[in-house]
């Protein structure tokens, strides 16, 4: 099965900060990486597909990059909106993998 | 308006069964490929199964195959899961999604399976 390790668990942000999220696959998953985004109490939200794709509606902020096995998630100008859990998810392969998550909040 | 509406959650003994249905709506059903994905409380998400718009693919987590079926039924619109030998550890939201992993960019709302003594 193909590892996802996400970091960082944790990460606080002042307003308009930009801020990364990691996630390393254990093996090469070809850019079959997506991020969400989970509120409190919701369901989560497509963020990125294909590693940079940007889904329609988000907000041009936000922006994924990597190849390979490393992959990241920036959030360009931190928004009080932008307060919640985030996780990575490899489609390379099944059984499909999640990251174990970033707990994103306002400083 | 895409729409996913889960049912069939609640409170069921370890060993027990129970069937989960995801009602879709807003889209052509039969075009997509159905997804179920889980969150235990307070915990993060796992992925637990995937069918394909004909049913002619099929793939389970190791933590729920031989227990769980995914199925579905184009005419009716409906997603489900069968789960059987339920154990403390299956207590999640489960949640429905549309599309080709990894790019779920429908989700339900969750229905909860909460499986106790």
């Known amino acids: 099965d193909i590892q996802m390790t996400q970091s960082p668990a944790s990460l606080s942000a002042s307003l308009g900060e930009t801020i990364s999220i990691e996630c390393r696959a254990s093996e090469d998953i070809y850019s079959n990486l997506a991020w969400y985004q989970q509120k409190s109490g919701k369901s989560p939200q497509l963020l990125i597909y294909a590693a940079n794709r940007l889904q329609d509606g988000v907000p041009s902020r936000f922006s994924g990059s990597g190849s390979g096995t490393q992959y990241s998630l920036k959030i360009s100008g931190m928004q009080p909106e932008d307060e919640g859990d985030y996780f990575c998810?490899?489609?390379?392969?099944?059984?499909?993998?999640f990251g174990s998550g970033t707990k994103l909040e306002i400083k | 308006e895409v729409q996913l509406v889960e049912s069939g959650g609640g409170l069921v003994q370890p060993g027990r069964s129970l069937k989960l249905s995801c009602l879709a709506s807003g889209f052509t059903f039969s075009n997509y490929g159905m997804n179920w994905i889980r969150q235990a409380p307070g915990k993060g998400l796992e992925w637990v199964a995937s069918i394909s718009s004909s049913s002619s693919y099929i793939y389970y987590a190791d933590t729920v195959k031989g227990r769980f079926t995914i199925s579905r039924d184009n005419a009716k619109n409906t997603l489900y899961l069968q789960m059987t030998s339920l154990r403390s550890e299956d207590t999640a939201l489960y949640y429905c999604a549309r599309s080709i992993p990894p790019r779920f960019a429908y989700w339900g709302q969750g229905t909860l399976v909460t499986v106790s003594s």
């Open positions: 998810l490899q489609g390379s392969k099944f059984p499909l993998t």
